[in-house]
């Protein structure tokens, strides 16, 4: 599948460091939907499903692994991949306990994201052919 055709929602409360990604993406051409809370989130996987979901753990409101398990329980072909802060693996393994495809820890590397974006995709497009 081509890049230009993934479908990739970016969650995060940091307005700027959710902005650059989606503009760094941009110029991969990947395109990108960005919000900055939790339901917002849910309401853009209601909206228009995403392939993969770029989530951050900590936000207010409703929190990362929240939104984690409720975008499983509605909608599971999405592929969520957790950024997480502040040494917070714990919350990395309890995300892929809930379901998330992976998780990451920030600072990101963009190239290292893009291929787990890729592999994320993959995996969806082989568990549908499977019916899972």
Known sequence: MNKQDWKILLVDDEHEFITTLAE????????????FDGESALLAVAEEEPQVMILDVLMPGIKGLEVLERV?????????????????????????????????????????????????????????????
């Open 24 to 35: 760094r993406l941009e110029l991969r051409d990947i395109n990108t939907r960005v919000v």
């Open 72 to 132: 499983k329980r509605t909608n599971p072909a999405v592929q969520v991949l957790l950024l997480t802060g502040h040494g917070s693996t714990r919350d990395g393994i309890e995300g892929m306990r809930l379901g998330a495809f992976d998780y990451m820890m920030k600072p990101l590397n963009i190239d290292t994201l893009i291929e787990k974006m890729e592999s994320a995709i993959d995996y969806a497009g082989k568990a549908a052919k499977l019916g899972q």
